[in-house]
């Protein structure tokens, strides 16, 4: 598991990027502020996507450069 969720000090909740130990983004937007149930979708889409599905696979936009 690449992507984990996790709840900030503001009772917000983001996406982490566990390799970089960053927060993911998704085009061009750190995934940050989201609601428990959106953080834990978009992770969960990221984790499937990891091996590559083509375009939509949200590994490529989930690095932080």
Do not use: H, K
């Not at 969720?5 to 750190?30: K, S, T």
């Not at 428990?36 to 690095?63: H, K, M, T, W, Y």
């Amino acid at each position: 598991m690449r992507f984990a969720v996790m709840q900030d000090p503001c009772d917000d909740w983001l996406v982490c990027d566990l390799v970089c130990d960053l927060p993911a983004e998704m085009d061009g937007r750190p995934l940050i502020g989201l609601t428990r149930a959106e953080a834990e979708q978009l992770a969960d889409r990221a984790n499937a996507g990891i091996g590559g599905q083509g375009d939509n696979s949200p590994v490529r936009f989930a690095s932080v450069a």
